[in-house]
């Protein structure tokens, strides 16, 4: 007679492998299409190829990259459009502690604000590049008061601006809804001991409120800067393709210029390189604070 | 709608932020409202009066952009090219989630730790090298390779959005179906599925937002004439400045299915958004 002990965990053997044979379709297909590729990148980042020959020229093409004028001012453009994250998180604070007070229709509120982000970034750089060129509302109604018209797009600043008007208009809804989270999760008898204290609403907001979110404010911060540095390639691309000159390209926007330069694909693969390790560092960072945080 | 207010709040100042919420909304769906309005008029007549109301209205531009700039079939194809992505991805997502999140699988821990981090890689990583794979393997301006890209770009997030959601159902359920002894496919078919199903709702509702809403892939593996309604989209804008009523009406219709969407789901697709940002 067959020990049952043996039995159940001979099938319990049966049923992880059979577990490890479902995860395995989605493993394979990541470590194909997502892993590898990050390493064929960095292989690539070290030579000069057309993509069928490959000749090895060891950190070459990195040394280029950081010597290169070019990516220095496309940095600095990046950290110019670091403006829109203290813009955003003023605007997303501002709506989230007015939500939090529940008014009337707060929940419709709350699905408005949400509206830009079910559509894409290109579709919102579409919108508001139509809004602001030569023919678009803004200048019909620049030109209606009796104004000239702008040409937005054709003067760096001006187009920072726009596209920094079009993050924070984009994206705020969600980081309020993030904010508001983080101040439902705020023990609601303090706000009731302090009213009682005689505490006033600002005198709440500043001493109560906002210190107990601001691990949660952090954390936005950090996905913003975030966002800064890899996603705006949607905007830059359907708003600016770039220009004028470099004066709106982004390091994501430059890392899809210099990818299909004929020739060459290394610069643009170490290029994608440095941004991936940029990115990798500040997430790592963000993990680091968010959990000493959590600890204490 | 059950309205909780704030005890704590004056009741005197909650007109002002009522206001001032409600002028901030207008800021977001103002633009909208004036998008259909000028997609629904001729170039000349908004030109006349940008401003105003249009003096006729008229469906001319949704038919230019279906006759002439193949927005239709534009539409058609990312639909197909979402629905077969978003399909295959989440019944793998589904199944790797439920294996790594119930089961003590041979190297789960290494199997969940790398779908975790390969979340970070920006796609601007990816470009290149995917490009080549692809033509060496002939994908490069086929459907099934940009179909390939979405499902395995999207698989990090789907199988650690299931493999939250499965920890989070009730252990005792599925340990008694087990102890009945039904097997892994039986308990995951019949008890675990149907309890995640709101879960994997919403893991379709986003995955399809994003896939209809891509555009980096698109661009660099369809050849124009093959091409995608966002890409489409960002072409005409660049194209055509001078004719806002032709652009509003694109817009409109790339725009329609996402906040159709919203619409009939916004609850699920916040949760789930929140999600994404609670990682």
């Given at each position: 007679m067959a020990d049952p002990v043996v039995r159940v965990s001979g099938w319990r053997r049966r049923e992880r492998r059979l577990a490890l044979l479902a995860a395995l379709p989605a493993f394979l297909i990541v470590a194909a299409f997502m892993v590898y590729p990050v390493g064929f990148a960095i292989y690539i980042s070290f030579t000069q190829t057309n993509g069928l020959r490959y000749k090895w020229v060891g950190l070459k093409n990195y040394l280029d990259i950081l010597n290169d004028p070019i990516v220095r001012a496309v940095f600095v453009n990046n950290l110019v459009f670091l403006i829109s994250v203290p813009l955003l998180i003023f605007v997303a604070l501002l709506v989230s502690v007015l939500m939090f007070e529940k008014v009337r229709g707060w929940k419709a509120f709350r699905v408005l604000f949400f509206?830009?982000?079910?559509?894409s970034v290109a579709l919102i750089g579409t919108m508001f590049r139509s809004a602001f060129g030569y023919y678009g509302v803004v200048n019909s109604a620049i030109a209606a008061t009796g104004g000239q018209r702008v040409s937005f797009f054709t003067e760096g600043s001006l187009a920072i601006f726009v596209i920094i008007l079009a993050l924070v208009w984009s994206g705020f809804g969600y980081q309020s809804l993030l904010l508001l989270s983080g101040l439902s999760a705020i023990d609601q008898q303090i706000f009731e001991a302090a009213a009682l204290d005689g505490a006033g609403w600002w005198r709440r907001l500043w001493s109560i409120t906002l210190p107990n979110i601001r691990m949660m404010l952090g954390f936005v911060f950090i996905i913003n800067v975030l966002y800064t540095f890899s996603s705006l390639f949607g905007f830059i691309y359907v708003m600016t393709a770039g220009g004028p000159g470099y004066a709106t390209t982004t390091i994501d926007y430059l890392v899809f210029l210099k990818a299909?330069?004929?020739?060459?694909?290394g610069p643009g693969a170490a290029l994608a390189v440095l941004l991936f390790l940029f990115i990798g560092i500040l997430t790592l960072v963000q993990n680091r604070v968010f959990r000493l945080g959590k600890e204490s | 709608m059950a309205e909780e207010t704030s005890l704590l709040l004056a009741r005197k100042a909650r007109p002002p932020i009522f206001i001032a919420l409600s002028l901030l909304a207008l800021t977001v769906v103002y633009p909208f409202v004036y998008l259909v309005i000028t997609s629904l008029r001729s170039n000349t007549d908004y030109l006349r009066n940008?401003?105003?109301?249009?003096a006729e209205w008229t469906l001319h531009n949704f038919v230019v952009l279906l006759n002439a700039y193949g927005v239709g079939d534009a539409f058609m194809r990312t639909l197909a090219v979402a629905v077969v992505a978003v399909l295959i991805e989440v019944v793998l997502a589904s199944l790797a989630g439920y294996s790594l999140a119930r089961y003590a699988v041979p190297g789960g821990k290494l199997i969940t730790g790398a779908f975790v981090s390969v979340m970070?890689?920006?796609?601007q990583v990816l470009i290149i090298p995917i490009y080549l794979m692809l033509s060496k393997l002939g994908l490069v301006g086929s459907y099934g390779g940009l179909v390939l890209v979405y499902v395995a770009t999207g698989l990090p997030f789907a199988t650690f959005f299931m493999i939250l959601s499965y920890r989070s159902l009730p252990q005792d359920v599925l340990e008694a179906a087990r102890v009945d002894g039904a097997g892994f496919f039986r308990t995951y078919f019949w008890v675990a599925m149907p309890m995640g199903v709101a879960s994997t709702a919403t893991l379709v509702m986003l995955e399809f937002l994003g896939k209809w809403n891509e555009l980096l892939f698109a661009l660099i593996l369809l050849p124009a004439d093959k091409q995608l309604l966002t890409p489409t989209l960002a072409q005409i804008g660049g194209k055509l400045d001078t004719n806002q009523p032709l652009v509003s009406a694109g817009l409109v219709v790339t725009a329609f299915v996402p906040l159709l969407l919203l619409v009939a789901a916004s609850n699920y697709i916040m949760k789930g958004m929140g999600m994404i940002g609670a990682k």
């Open positions: 509206i830009p982000n079910v559509l299909f330069q004929p020739g060459n694909l | 940008p401003l105003g109301l249009p970070l890689i920006p796609g």
